[in-house]
T-cell receptor, first 111, second 112 residues
Framework: DVKVTQSSRYLVKRTGEKVFLECVQD?????MFWYRQDPGLGLRLIYF???????EKGDIPEGYSVSREKKERFSLILESASTNQTSMYLC??????????FGPGTRLTVT | EDKVVQSPLSLVVHEGDTVTLNCSYE??????LLWYKQEKKAPTFLFML????IEKKSGRLSSILDKKELFSILNITATQTGDSAIYLC????????????FGQGTRLTINP
C-alpha cells in the first residue's frame, strides 16, 4: 500500500512566523503535490514537483514556496504566515498521470 | 482554463436511499476523470474513468462518464451511514503538467 505521511495533523502558528509542512511518500513516486482545502472551494493546487529539485507553480502559489531535495520528501514553506493561510493542507503523490495518493492532511491555524 | 463543477454541494438522505452525485467538466485534451471519497482524513481513490459509457462498479458504488456531454455521475445504492463523506471529482488532461483539477466536492450526509 502507498503511504503518504505528513509531519503534523494540527498546527497553530502566529502571524509572521515561518512555517514548514513536511510530506513523505514511501512508493518511489516521481510526482508530488501540495493542495489547500477550504469549504466551498474544493482542493486548490499550490505547487507540485515531478522530480527532485524540480518545482512548478500551481493555481495559488502566492505566499508559499517548496523544496524537494530527496525524491520521497516534499516540503511546503510559508515564509511569513498570515491569517488567510489558515486552512487544511493536503500532500499527494503519483506515478505518471495515474491517481494521486493523499496524506492525512495538516490543519493549520494562523492567529 | 480547466474547470470542474459538482452538484449538489450538499445532500442529506436517509439510510437505504439511492443517491446520484454529478460532476461536469471542461478540460483541454481530456485524459481521465477521477472520484475520491474524503471522510475526516485523506481523500481515498474510488474510480478513474477514461472511456464514455463504460460503468465502473465497486460494491454499492458505480460511476459512468459521458465524454460527449462532459459529465460523470457517481451512484450509491442502499446508502449506509458510513457513506457519509465529501465526494470529490477531479479531471486530468494530456497537455501540460501531470496535475488534477478538482471540483468543490459534494458533502453527503446519511441519516439513520
Amino acid at each position: 500500500d502507498v503511504k503518504v505521511t505528513q509531519s503534523s495533523r494540527y498546527l497553530v502558528k502566529r502571524t509572521g512566523e515561518k512555517v514548514f509542512l513536511e510530506c513523505v511518500q514511501d512508493m518511489d513516486h516521481e510526482n508530488m503535490f501540495w493542495y489547500r482545502q477550504d469549504p466551498g472551494l474544493g482542493l486548490r493546487l499550490i505547487y507540485f514537483s515531478y522530480d527532485v529539485k524540480m518545482k512548478e507553480k500551481g493555481d495559488i502559489p502566492e505566499g508559499y514556496s517548496v523544496s524537494r531535495e530527496k525524491k520521497e520528501r516534499f516540503s511546503l514553506i510559508l515564509e511569513s504566515a498570515s491569517t488567510n493561510q489558515t486552512s487544511m493542507y493536503l500532500c499527494a503523490s503519483s506515478i505518471g498521470r495515474d491517481e494521486q495518493y493523499f496524506g492525512p492532511g495538516t490543519r493549520l491555524t494562523v492567529t | 482554463e480547466d474547470k470542474v463543477v459538482q452538484s449538489p454541494l450538499s445532500l442529506v438522505v436517509h439510510e437505504g436511499d439511492t443517491v446520484t452525485l454529478n460532476c461536469s467538466y471542461e478540460v483541454t485534451n481530456f485524459r481521465s476523470l477521477l472520484w475520491y471519497k474524503q471522510e475526516k482524513k485523506a481523500p481515498t481513490f474510488l474510480f478513474m474513468l477514461t472511456s464514455s459509457g463504460i460503468e465502473k462498479k465497486s460494491g454499492r458504488l458505480s460511476s459512468i462518464l459521458d465524454k460527449k456531454e462532459l459529465f460523470s455521475i457517481l451512484n450509491i445504492t442502499a446508502t449506509q451511514t458510513g457513506d457519509s463523506a465529501i465526494y470529490l471529482c477531479a479531471v486530468a488532461g494530456w497537455q501540460g503538467a501531470q496535475k488534477l483539477v478538482f471540483g468543490q466536492g459534494t458533502r453527503l450526509t446519511i441519516n439513520p
